[in-house]
Each structure stands twice: as structure tokens, then as C-alpha cells.
């Protein structure tokens, strides 16, 4: 595909693209303000409605687990309380968990468009607070003051604890409301301890300080977890939120393809028309003109006559040209040219285009210079396309050196073992700045353009189209007022072997004798004595 090609199909969809990226940021826009004037806290609704989804699905989770560690304490506070209070707590604490559990459910299963965020997190900020506070209350039932009773309260409250944070840290009020209750139990239980129990009041004070000071590092903790959850939400909705602008992207692509091979098969119906109802009316213009021009059926008096009629068959000389020049890229585009790929000598091929060439460039004053490397191999190639090429790149060069200049042409090997052809003329140059304008399709420079009769501007698109059927690179160096030099090559794959001679003569077998032996010489000898007897 040529430069312009590509140029006019990347700006067609350069529209489409910026359309497509102002709507994204008009969503972004209008999502993000959406989200700020609905969010409580900083935090958008729908992260809130997730935020309560979490904690509601961890409690829940816990629905065998939290009753089963009621019943664990309760046995285990027999041994320090009265087991008739014992199994009132236990039944008050396990009622509660039930209860809440209920919501959870409900929560778990209502339609997320009719979820009331901040409604729930009060629900559920309640719920909390009544599980802490029946656990709690396992803390102030009557006890013996003794240090095991002191420890085993403690270390019940750090599970407590532990626990409650844990399921509740996605809903920071939750856990606040879920483990207070439980810690100023344990606090003030052993306050009061300390103060009726004279003799034990340090170690008393200690574990209530303590209690204080744990249920601070368990509400740290918990905010970490929020945070680490919410960063967690944040970065799915990112991740949702580019899988739906890839799949935009994705289907703005598939319409694009589209509508680009609609358009593709209504310019390959296009030229197939062009082809049929261009040639036919040119075929009869560039006959008839020629016929006039002539004069095969009688002279044509009027000068001027004869100018229009030489205008005429020239005009549709450059028309026809044109219009092969677009069959053949279109059909190179379309990737229905096919090389007929044969033997070829490479720089056979370029001295008879030069000989072609020669006549035009003397008459306008031009010098070709041919130098070839010897002994080159055939190379394995489209000989009617390296035809087109060479011819192409020396025509462009005799069209734009002016008299008096000169065009070198060279055929010889390049580095890597293939083959290369370079014209270098000595002409006007071409701006670096213009030379992507010179290599795309219709593109011409403006320097040349002043001094060089018009062109289609198709050679240089279909030569680099050749040129890389056949795997080769194309090249086009030139400074403006310093000559241009435009240089193709045969990559090395292409390059045939020389094969080396065959040796016609037989070889001798390893160990046979280089002379006849004994009895085949005597043998010889006799039959040459009788021929000399008879004679």
C-alpha cells in the first residue's frame, strides 16, 4: 500500500478516533461528577453498595463459625461464673448473631437499584453495636477475682476482638460499634476489680490499660483493611471501566473495517468500470488521432489543425498511461498481482531499458553513463516488473535533469550478497522535507514540478510496490540543487548459485594402474606383427 494511501486512510479515521475520545471523556466527565456529588466521606455510592456487599458476605460467611465460638466461651466461663447466666448469655448472644445474619441475607440478595447506602449502613452499624454488646455482657457476669479468671477474660476478649474487626473492617463504623462494647466491658469490669480488690489492683489496672490500648491497635488495623479494600474496589472499576472502553475500541474497529472494505469493493467496482469505459472511447480517440496525425486518408492543410490533433493523441497518451498506472497499484494493493518469477540477468535487463532510454535523453541534451560489475549470476525475479522499475526510475531521471547533466547508472552487489541498481541524476534535487510527499501516490515535489513537464506521480508508489513483492528495499536519497539518487535492490535469497563445470573426463577408479599390463601389451603386440605380415 503506497504513503498516501495509508495518509488518506489513517485521516479518515482520525475523525472517528477523536469522536470516540471525546465521548469517553464526556462519560469520564460526566461519571466522575455523578459520583461527587452522590459520594459520602470521599466515597462514591457504588463503592459504598460494595463496601456494605463485603462486609455483609464476610458476616454471613461466618454464620456456623461465630455460634460455634459463643459455645466455646460459654464452656469455657463455667468454670469461673454461674452456668444458669452462662446459657442465658450464650442463647441471648447466639439470638442476636441469627438476627443479623437475617439482614445480611437481605442485603445479599436485594437489587443493588434499590439498595438505600446510607439506610443499610446504619442497619448495620446497629447490628454490629447489639453483637458486641451481647458479647460483651459475657464480661460482666459475676466472677472470683483471681488471675487465671483475669487472663482467660482477657484472652477471650482479644478473640473477640480479633474476630469482629476482621468481618466488619469494610464498614469502619461497624467495627467500631462491633468491638467497643466489648472492650469498655473488659475496662471497666477491671476497674471496679481494682477498687474491691485492693491487692490485685496492679495487674488489674495493667490489663485494663491494656484492653484500651489493643482495641486502638485493632481499629488501626481495621482502617488499613478498609483502605486496602477500597483500593481493591477501585482498581476493578478501572479495570471494568477499560474493558468497556476496549470494547468501544473494538467495535468502532469492526465498523471501521467494515465501512473500509465497502469502500474498498466500491473502488475496486469503480476501476473495473473505469477500465471498460475509459479504454474503449480512449482506444478510438488515440486511433483516429494517430490517423489524422498521419494523414493516412488525405493531408491536412491547416496547421493548426495538425497542433490540436498532436495535442489530442498526447492527451490521451498521458490519460491512458494514468489510468494503467492506477489498475496496476490498485491491483498491487489488492494483492491480486501476481510475479511471474523467472532466470534473469539483472544487468542485461537495465542496459537494454538504458538503450531504450537513450534516444529520449540525447535529444533533450542528457549523458548516460552505464557502469556493471562482470560476472554477475542471474537472479530468480519478474523480468516485466524489473523492467517497469528500471524504466520508471530512468525516466523520472532524464523528465528532471536538465540538458547538459548527466544519469549514472549502476547494477552491482550489495553487502549482504544480493543485487542492486542505482540512477543518480543530476538534477534540481528534491527538498528532504518533500521527499515523503515524492514517494506517496499523485505526490510530486514543488522544485521539480517547476522545472520538469508534468507526471501522474503513481511511478515511484507502484516501484516500491514491485520492490517489495520481490523482498527488496527501495531508496531515495536527495538534496535540493545536489542531484537525486533512487536505488533498489534484489535481496540475497533471489541470487542464484553458479553452478561449477562438469568434468567430462572419467575419472580413474582409486588403485586402478596407470598402464596396460603385461599380457594385454604382449597381446597387442602379436596382432600388431600379424598386420604388419599381411601387408
Known sequence: MSERTRAAGAAEKIPKKRAAERKRDVSRTVKSLREQLTATNGVPLPFQHELLLSHARSQYAAIYV????????????????????????????????ITGAFFYKRLIGADPATVSVVGWRRRLVFLDFVTGLTLGLLFALPSDPNVATDVFQFSAMLILIAVASMLSSNVPGAMIAGTMPITLTVAIEFSLKSISHPQAADHLLVLAGMATTVEAFFILLGYRLYHANLMQIEAKAEKDELINELEEANNLSDDSRRRAEEANLAKSRFLATMSHELRTPLNAILGFSEVMQNELLGPLDNVTYKGYVTDIHESGQHLLNLINEILDLSRIEAGRHELNEEAVTLPYIVEDCAHMMNLRARNKGVTLVEQYEDNMPKIWADERAVRQITLNLMSNAVKFTPAGGTIVIKVGWTAGGGQYVSVRDTGPGIAEEEIPTVLAAFGQGQAAIKSAEQGTGLGLSIVQALVAMHGGT??????????????????????????????????????????????????????????????
Open 66 to 97: 461465630r455460634p460455634l465460638l459463643i459455645a466455646l466461651m460459654a464452656v469455657a466461663a463455667v468454670l469461673w461464673t454461674n452456668r444458669t447466666l452462662i446459657g442465658v448469655w450464650a442463647l441471648v448472644a447466639i439470638t442476636a448473631h
Open 474 to 535: 527501495f531508496d531515495l536519497k536527495s538534496k535540493l540543487g545536489q542531484g537525486t539518487e533512487v536505488t533498489f535492490t534484489i535481496p540475497k535469497a533471489r541470487v542464484m548459485e553458479i553452478m561449477p563445470a562438469i568434468n567430462e573426463r572419467p575419472r580413474r577408479r582409486p588403485g586402478a594402474p596407470t598402464t596396460l599390463p603385461v599380457a594385454s601389451r604382449q597381446m597387442l603386440e602379436d596382432m600388431q606383427r600379424q598386420a604388419s605380415k599381411r601387408a
